[in-house]
């Protein structure tokens, strides 16, 4: 993949998800770019992630739960070096006290001992970890996104692990999580001729919940399929400048629902998206180490 193909617009698994829940929450995303800022939520399942990240830098006898708490106030510290702002997401503690900081990381810490009692990360060689996977279907659908963690046997077997800061959902949320793993899979299936042997899914909330899945090649084409259809829906919106919006639940937590119409709002003219045509260069599509799935 050459370096013009590797800068346009791709279809990531969150944009694809936002395009199946509201395509014009996929506008303001991915072509308005309109900042969000992340929830306490969000922002703590980042954090955790980092740890977890890192933990893998050590080595084995020494990945325990002390040196993951050690390393949540150093995450914290760099990231409000990058973005000071930040600090200010952080909520008063419900009881009360003015620690809110503190009173915050504790409740990381808590996710990261629920994480413990899940795993043992002594026992656990990553093949890799925030691995870039970039593939074009052959129908010319771009691919691109980063998955947490990536376990290969000594057969070459693979195991997709990807860390959510809630809980575990219900049937439909499950359904929501696995199209994101799919993504990945079907992903490593281009990029690596082999089918993941296993999707895991680690929820850090509520006492913490491992779901797995074993993907087959059929349901990875028949996936793949679904997101053909979602890129040439994209492609066609982007055509007519007709991002439509989708009522739901979740527009009560939208960061952009004062610009909907749905909600006699008024979104900004559509700027078009040269770069969907490749007509212009843009800077590559997603970045590691996003907001975790709360």
Known sequence: MNEDERRRPALSPSRAADFKQCPLLYRFRAVDRLPEAPSPAALRGTVVHAV????FDLPAAERVPAAARSLLPRVWAELLTEAPELAAVIPEPAEGGTDRIGAWLTSAEELLE???????PRAVEPGERELLVETVLPSGVPLRGYLDRLDVDGDGGLRIVDYKSGAAPRESGESRALFQMK?????????????PAQLRLVYLGRGGEQLSYRPDAEELQRYGRILEAIWAAIVEADRTGEFRPSRSAACEWCAHKA?????????PPY????ELRGEAP????????????S
Request: glycine share 14%; charged share 15%; aromatic share 14%.
């Open 52 to 55: 977890l990240e890192r933990l």
């Open 114 to 120: 629920t994480y413990f009692a899940l795993e043992d």
């Open 183 to 195: 993504f990945y899979a079907l992903a490593l299936l281009r990029l690596r001729g082999r089918v």
């Open 259 to 267: 610009l909907c119409p749905a909600w006699e709002g008024t979104p």
């Open 271 to 274: 700027p078009g998206w040269p």
């Open 282 to 293: 843009t800077a590559p599509f997603g970045t590691p180490g996003g907001m975790m799935g």
